[in-house]
DNA sequence: GTCTATATGTAGATAGAC
DNA sequence: GTCTATCTACATATAGAC
């Protein structure tokens, strides 16, 4: 792996523990492995290589929520293999966390990839629950954005109350939580995978 | 309003905004108009000011959300008041914001006003949530200290989504959506105020 | 109680040798 | 491409005068 890699990698990780104030060049570069002059080879500075990371690491979320979010057959299904995925909470969402660095929501460039990442998540989402709704397993009163966006923050939500507490149970409360309501909003009917209109 | 306190509310103001890490002695003390010699005098450092300030922040945060949480004749209107209330969601939580701060985790005395303060919100939401099971306004299956932590969750992830998007529109959706949830989770029937059991 | 002086380390970056 | 030297500013705190 090339120095250029190992910052990179080095950034994703530090950003996700310390968040973006709180990661300096020089401990990047320490973890990686890499002198101070490789890094300001590499990248304009400590903005330029932590958006790199931070763009690296919206990406890869994006993939792995998305092939979670195809796994199942109702829309309750989906969403319960999306929240119940395996997850450490107590280390929090490396894209969320960035949410609430004031460094990052100052600068458009940096924030970019995470307000991009939850736009998406929550379109993904709300295209499910709306499946849900046509196809009569869920309510016709549920709003799928709506929805959608309660369901992405119960997750958010989930990593504060889990390191508020040291603990990860109130992180799997707020799941069993939401998908407890998410049952009691469903018609009891089993629906078919396809989207609305497909099977007639 | 003498020294100390201008120290303290200015920490409160700053910690809110910039976090623990990004937040510096010397920021707060410009921002109190107080030099060094006073803040060292009065605190034995930043980790003790931030302590205090975080401390009176958690219980202006839990006063004010405890009379919320009594407005209202159901549990699902008194859930609604509390999620309803005024807010600037661009902001966050000055609470849970912390949580995500990693010297705050790493130092007990700085997190536990925060662990107390979620653990506080739970219990009373699990206990309006019972209420409204008890009372035979919400579902049987409900389970109240999920439901809880999902609430308070949908709250905290709220915020994230909102900076995320730098929108106020993805916290005011997922609380919609929360509501909508809970509605769905209701009988209909209309309950009464008091705690289970007190009406015969 | 508050001020100024002082001290050590780090943040973030540039310059130029190799 | 990587290294070391160097730079200005800030972080965090102590000492001691007033």
């Given at each position: 792996?090339?120095t250029?890699?190992?910052?990179?990698?080095?950034?994703?990780?530090?950003l996700?523990?310390?968040?973006y104030?709180?990661?300096?060049?020089?401990a990047?570069?320490?973890l990686?492995?890499?002198?101070?002059?490789?890094?300001?080879?590499?990248f304009?500075g400590?903005?330029d290589?932590a958006?790199?990371?931070m763009?690296?690491?919206?990406a890869?979320l994006?993939a792995q929520a998305?092939?979670?979010?195809?796994?199942?057959?109702t829309?309750?299904a989906?969403?319960?293999?999306?929240?119940?995925?395996?997850?450490?909470?107590?280390?929090?969402?490396?894209v969320?966390?960035?949410?609430?660095?004031?460094?990052?929501?100052?600068?458009?460039?940096?924030?970019e990839?995470?307000?991009d990442?939850?736009?998406?998540?929550?379109?993904?989402?709300?295209g499910i629950?709306?499946?849900?709704?046509?196809?009569?397993?869920?309510?016709?009163?549920i709003?799928?954005r709506?929805?959608a966006?309660?369901?992405?923050?119960?997750?958010?939500?989930?990593?504060?109350?889990?390191?508020a507490?040291?603990?990860?149970?109130?992180?799997?409360?707020?799941?069993?939580?939401?998908?407890g309501?998410?049952?009691?909003?469903?018609t009891?009917?089993?629906a078919?995978a396809?989207?609305?209109?497909?099977d007639?």
């Open positions: 792996m090339d250029a890699e190992r910052l990179i990698e080095s950034a994703q990780q530090l996700w523990e310390r968040g104030v709180g990661t300096s060049p020089k990047i570069q320490e990686a492995g890499a002198g101070q002059g490789s890094m300001y080879h590499h304009k400590k903005p290589l958006a790199t990371a763009r690296r690491s919206a890869e994006r998305d092939a979670l979010l195809d796994e199942g057959d829309a309750l989906r969403v319960g293999t999306y929240l119940l995925r395996e997850r450490d909470p107590l280390r929090g969402c490396r969320g966390r960035m949410a609430m660095d004031p460094d990052v929501i100052a600068s458009g460039t940096l924030r990839p995470v307000r990442t939850f736009a998406w998540l929550r379109e993904r989402l709300a629950v709306a499946d849900g709704v046509a196809s009569g397993e869920l309510r016709p009163g709003d799928p709506d929805t966006a309660a369901l992405a923050a119960v997750v958010q939500g989930g990593y504060v109350l889990a390191r507490a040291g603990d990860r149970e109130p992180f799997d409360q707020a799941v069993r939580g939401a998908l309501l998410l049952e009691a909003a469903s009891g009917h089993a078919p396809a989207p609305a209109g497909q007639g």
